[in-house]
């Protein structure tokens, strides 16, 4: 792989992209002003050769996945993301679902005795689930399982709900944590720089809010995960403040584990007039993402809302996580129109997918600890009955 790398160098006549695949090989940081030149003029190949060195470097052909399950308590939503094709406004809450505690729970006694390993709790941010609301929820799950691992709410919900149960946001986070909450989800980032989350989001939690409440939880031993949504309005310049912000704060606490970049879909929402990215703009932003973002250990394709394809394809571009089994109870995507109207991959399905492209698959927990190297097991149908 260096040799391809050197090669690069060598056929590169622009000495900015020269500088930054030499930076790449010597393990060294590369700047803002870097990044945008990627951006702006790195193609597929450079940019990928130069991801999947970093990747490859970092974890070799390991590519990881989790067993895991989605609940969405509600799809009604105080907000209004220009992008959202999934929440409906409390005038309109009849349009909508929302879910009782027994009704959650019976969700996840749905799983028992199947050997997932997270819950995934993300919904929209209604008025009448409060602090207290989901403390109880959280209590019941750790209490039916103790072993489950509860990563729930993003930060645009957190601090709706600390902010109505008038605590701070450190307080808050703290009666979550003892209630059994263990990670955040990287949801609500969007974009930060506030020229383009005025227009797309206006009325939420902002960038400085989101990176706040996810140092809170750092500092309280959480890890967490961050998203971007990018291919829409934003510009180049953009995506590099998202992603320096988010290095910044991991230079700081170490605390996420991974990076998600969300491709914007359009159907059903407010911005189905903006054009979505192409496939190559997909690979290149993973790709830049990887070479960018060094201190980020991970880097994750959402596969229900990329395309099993794709995500497959994003393995070759610095992808080392393709998330989890899932099922098909989350709407966030397929409401937008993703490719994946039904999304649920059981681990045969996985493991196969991801030995198609010759890497090796690992079951992994929300923490990424190794629970599986699924790479030198044999994919007969029978080895696998019964792993869903
Ligand atoms: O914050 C909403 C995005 C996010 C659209 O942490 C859209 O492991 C594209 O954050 N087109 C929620 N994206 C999902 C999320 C997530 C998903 C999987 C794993 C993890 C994790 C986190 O979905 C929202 C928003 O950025 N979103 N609408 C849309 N039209
Ligand atoms: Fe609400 Fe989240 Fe949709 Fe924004 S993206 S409207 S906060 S559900």
Known sequence: ????????????????LQTIAQKVMDQKRITDEECLALFERGSLAFVGALANFTRERMHGDKTYFNRNFHIEPTNVCVFSCKFCSYSRLYAHKEEGWELS?????????GYD??????????????????????????????AHRPGLHVKAFTAVELDYMFRKAKLSSEEGMKVL????????????????????????????VNG?????????????????????????IEKFEHRVD??????????????????????????????????????????RMYAIARIYLDNFPHLKAYWPMLGRQNAQLSLAFGVNDIDGTIDDSTKIYSMA????????????????LIKQVKRKPIERDTLYQEINDYSHKSLLAEDLAGLN
């Open 1 to 16: 792989m260096s040799e391809t790398i050197e090669i690069l160098i060598q056929t590169t006549p622009d000495m900015e």
């Open 101 to 109: 505690i027994d009704q959650m729970l019976d969700i996840v006694k």
């Open 113 to 142: 005795g199947k050997p997932v390993t997270e819950v995934h709790i993300v919904g929209g941010v209604h008025p009448k689930m409060n602090l207290a609301y989901f403390v109880e929820l959280i209590q019941k799950i750790h």
């Open 177 to 204: 944590k003892d209630a059994g909450l263990q990670s955040l989800p990287g949801g609500g980032a969007e974009i930060f720089h506030p020229e383009i989350r005025e227009q797309i989001a206006a009325d939420k």
């Open 208 to 232: 400085d809010g989101w990176l706040q409440i996810h140092e809170i939880a750092h500092n309280m031993g959480m890890h967490s995960n961050a998203t971007m949504l990018y291919g829409h």
């Open 242 to 283: 998202h992603m320096s912000r988010l290095r910044t704060l991991q230079d700081k606490t170490k605390g996420f584990n991974t990076f998600i970049p969300l491709k914007f879909r359009n159907s059903n929402n407010d911005m189905s007039h903006v054009p979505e990215s192409t496939i190559t703009e997909d690979m």
């Open 337 to 352: 129109g993703s490719e994946e109207q039904t999304p649920t991959m059981s681990t045969a399905e996985l493991v196969t």
